[in-house]
């Protein structure tokens, strides 16, 4: 059976959608809290986020949550928190196998419903505080969480980069917050933030699987519709979540030394233009597949890489190369790199170059109905872009790009900032062997 | 040459089938074509890993040593036709190729929504014809090289495998895949060849495809494309493991804002069906013992000795079996004791019954989630393969468990003598 797509408000700040092909085997729910970004919330709601995942009133320990859910099948269970634009979203994902390959019948999909619903509105508060020790666990998650962030180098490379370009503005700030904040959290913190979630985040509910979940998807939407019927929200009605960040006159170069391997690039173009698919296709032709402009020539033809990919941003007006080069070899990269771009603007692309391209994206796009996940993200990408283009949409508009369009996408592309993260002098850092 | 045969393996308990075709040529092909899906996916493989680094064939008067990393080297250069790159060729049909290299296998693989039997024909061809020249081998030195560092810079990669290193004294496990800047620098088109004509015999390989494709057609371009491979007696020769660790405890400063660690209990190596169940046992065991229903989670958790939890996993292969603990924490060495005295607590009194009876019922449903995804049925089918069993093997190997063997299983495995611990700081 073909997709069936579905949409519904019933309340102000609440929207459900609903996608469906009875090929899949699984039913997963997942509920979004949006909110306007910030330095103190977003952190807090991640906290709440990981207490709500762990335990509700029904089970109280992260053990009898844990059975429950083994029980309902091994059903996937977790929160999730993240920015888009100048918004955060914190939330809940609820995934099980359909009943009818239960061994007994069993209404997991209705079980699990009632799971997720008890985990965000019943929690497991007395006097209106968390349990202190899971409190206490939750907050040293996050603390580690902050501290490991430059564990990883590359993400790091693309973290620091992210603070740089949007330097002054709310994209700067990601939903882990500082260390500093995370370690002055208190329990009293954590339930204000609960109840401030709940009060005033715009609420997305997205159903997506085989559709066989008539009884779960209908409790869902009774309780939220009573819940969000109960409140009185007065925040703006979210239709689109893509921000527009501020053009640099003159692009900003910098570098940080640390003791590693191999230099990590970083560079971001932002542009001004509102021609996604054009952009979109700019940018796999210039470094999104593996017959790609920095693909051939950076790392094939120049052998400087192992990797060097460009990128565009959902939810802001950036394009972002990334790649790890030898020290040493990082202006040759970069000159490379830029001068790949030149050229591409020029119109140094064949137009067998732009139709493979198309191909690639158009692939890429149509995969989104054979994989329940993508379907879902898909569809919260485009409630971010403020539309519910359907994948087969989508490619007809790919298909109607042009040389002219992908031109003029191109040379809207403006240099912002290039950050490299370079490898220190004395490289790779060596073993030491001790006795236990 | 052989007849073509089919087979249809069969999954009783949810009605799920894919085909085996044994092919004329020696190519054995895994296929499971997928009602209302456009999405295909589709992995040519052979069972030639970064391990396979000693061997014999009849071209040889004895065993031959190549250099570490050469794998993983050949693939990289099999894309890489006489006339033109792969990556173009996959360009004009939309498929996304890639391949990857394992410690045992070397796997080509394609995806697509359109235009898979030409994408097949793509990856049929050109992993049957290597083109290998001084000139395409030197520069793809540098390539390579970065990929090695980009490993380096990784903290969870560089402690594994110094944890590999800890605990295997002679097996090639303990070697990156990769091999090292110096080992690749010796890599010749000779030693390409050489390693390409031992291991890329059809009957060395399987070919797996999941998703909207037609069987028939599939074997009318196996039979056009495929070349059958004379048998050339492939030997390997893997060397002597002692049952002993290495290093008991390795040690390496990356500067890290928060320490991450890797302790690794090495096990006696099996093979075949036996591999399977103590693959089934120590994976219901490791659950047990350190998932979030085990009371040592919750001590670790309520200690603040770890974030994130505890992660866990085994490992096996031809001559290896570990299980393996990571995760972050200042303190490993006192996690490490922790998962010692669990061990010791369930030698007293033995895992929870109803925990056991509750992970087999989530063990299903995870098979089940697994059909939905055709990505995952191609690799499924493969790793199956490798194994001896078909796809379905794992599902009734979890039913026949037992929590005695479960228990037997962990408390021989996870002991002191044989423990090995891995810090990145």
């Known amino acids: ?436 | 040459m052989r007849e073509t045969v089919s087979e249809k393996i069969v999954n009783e308990r949810t009605g799920d089938s894919y085909t085996v075709v044994h092919h004329k040529s020696g190519l054995d092909l895994l296929l499971y074509p997928m009602e209302g899906y456009k999405f295909t996916s589709a992995m040519f493989s052979t069972d030639y890993g970064s391990i396979n680094n000693c061997f014999k064939t009849d071209d040889e008067e004895d065993f031959v040593n190549v250099p570490d990393g050469i794998a993983h080297y050949l693939e990289h250069k099999l894309f890489e036709n006489e006339d033109c790159d792969v990556f173009a060729l996959y360009a004009a049909t939309g498929a996304d190729g890639n391949a990857m290299t394992g410690y045992e296998n070397t796997t080509y693989l394609f995806t697509c929504t359109e235009n898979f039997y030409e994408s097949l024909r793509i990856l049929l061809s050109f992993v049957q014809k290597p083109y290998f020249t001084e000139e395409n081998v030197q520069k793809e030195q540098g390539i390579i090289a970065q990929e090695i560092r980009m490993t380096l810079d990784i903290p969870r990669c560089r402690c594994f495998h110094e944890l590999l290193r800890a605990m295997y004294s002679a097996h090639p496990v303990r070697i990156d895949i990769g091999g090292t800047e110096e080992s690749i620098a010796q890599i010749t088109p000779e030693l390409l060849y050489k390693c390409y004509y031992a291991f890329y015999d059809l009957n060395n390989m399987v070919l797996t495809a999941a998703g909207n494709f037609e069987i028939d057609k599939v074997i009318e371009i196996c039979d056009e494309l495929l070349k059958s491979c004379e048998d050339k007696h492939l030997e390997i020769r893997l060397p002597e493991e002692p049952a002993e660790i290495a290093e008991p405890f390795v040690k390496t400063e990356m500067g890290l804002g928060m320490p991450i660690f890797s302790i690794g209990f090495k096990c006696p190596a099996y093979s075949g069906m036996e591999r399977l169940e103590k693959e089934a046992e120590v994976y219901f065991g490791l659950e047990l013992l350190a998932g979030t229903m085990s009371p040592l989670y919750k001590r670790l958790t309520d200690e603040h000795l770890i974030a994130g939890g505890l992660g866990y996993q085994f490992f096996t292969g031809k001559g290896y079996f570990a299980l393996l603990f990571e995760g972050e924490s200042e303190q490993p060495e006192r996690v490490a004791e922790y998962i010692l005295e669990a061990v010791d607590e369930v030698r007293k009194n033995g895992f929870d019954r109803e925990e056991f009876e509750l992970m087999k019922r989530a063990e299903f449903g995870d098979l089940v989630k697994r059909l939905d995804n055709p990505e995952a049925c191609t690799d499924g089918m493969l790793s199956a393969y490798y194994n001896g069993v078909d796809m379905f093997a794992e599902g009734r190997v979890l039913e026949k468990v037992t929590i005695e063997g479960v228990e037997a299983a962990i408390n021989r495995f996870i002991c002191r003598e044989n423990m090995a611990v891995s810090v990145v700081k």
């Open chain 1, 1 to 436: 059976m073909a997709l069936k797509l579905g949409k519904e408000s019933p309340v102000n700040g609440l929207i459900f959608t609903n996608t469906q092909d009875d090929k899949f085997r699984t039913e997963t729910v997942i509920v979004r809290f949006i909110t306007p970004i910030g330095r103190v919330m977003p952190q807090r709601y991640r906290l709440v986020s990981k207490l709500l995942s762990e335990s509700c009133a029904r089970f109280p320990e992260k053990k009898l949550l844990s059975k429950e859910i083994m029980r309902l099948y091994g059903a996937q269970f977790g929160a999730l928190n993240y920015s888009v634009g100048n918004y955060a979203v914190t939330g809940f994902s609820a995934t099980s196998i359909a009943d009818r390959f239960t061994f007994g019948g069993e209404k997991v999909t209705l079980e699990l419903a009632r799971l997720l619903l008890d985990c965000i509105l019943e929690p497991n508060l007395t006097d209106g505080l968390f349990d202190q020790t899971s409190f206490e666990n939750a907050k040293h998650d996050l603390i580690t969480m902050i501290r490991k962030q430059k564990n990883n180098r590359h993400s790091y490379a693309l973290e620091r980069a992210r603070q740089l370009t949007f330097a002054g503005e709310p994209m700067e700030l990601n939903t882990l917050g500082t260390l500093e904040d995370a370690e002055a959290l208190t329990n009293e913190c954590a339930a204000e933030a609960y109840k401030n979630l709940l009060d005033t985040a715009f609420i997305s509910i997205s159903f997506c699987g085989g559709g066989t979940n008539t009884e779960a998807r209908q409790l869902i939407k009774e309780r939220f519709t009573d819940f969000a019927k109960s409140r009185s929200y007065t925040g703006e009605n979210i239709e689109n979540m893509t921000t527009l960040s501020k053009i640099r006159t003159e692009p900003q170069f910098v570098t940080e030394t640390e003791s590693q391997s191999q230099s990590k690039l970083i560079i971001v173009y932002k542009f001004d233009g509102e021609d996604e698919f054009a952009l979109r296709m700019a940018s796999l032709i210039y470094g999104g597949t593996p017959f790609s402009k920095l693909f051939v020539n950076v790392r094939e033809k120049l052998s400087l890489c192992y990797y060097c990919q460009s990128s565009v941003s959902g939810d802001v007006n950036t394009l972002v190369v990334d790649s790890g080069v030898g020290r040493g070899n990082e202006q040759k990269a970069i000159d490379e790199i830029k001068r790949q771009l030149e050229l591409l603007k020029n119109g140094d692309f064949t137009d067998d170059e732009l139709e493979n391209t198309r191909r690639y994206y158009i692939s890429a796009v149509r995969s989104a109905y054979d994989f329940s996940a993508d379907m879902n993200a898909w569809f919260f990408r485009r409630f971010t872009r403020g539309d519910m283009l359907t994948p087969a949409e989508a490619e007809e508009m790919i298909k109607e790009v042009d040389r002219g369009r992908v031109l003029k996408a191109l040379s809207s592309l403006v240099l912002d900032t290039v950050f490299v993260y370079e490898a220190s002098e004395n490289g790779t850092p060596e073993n030491e062997e001790e006795e236990v």
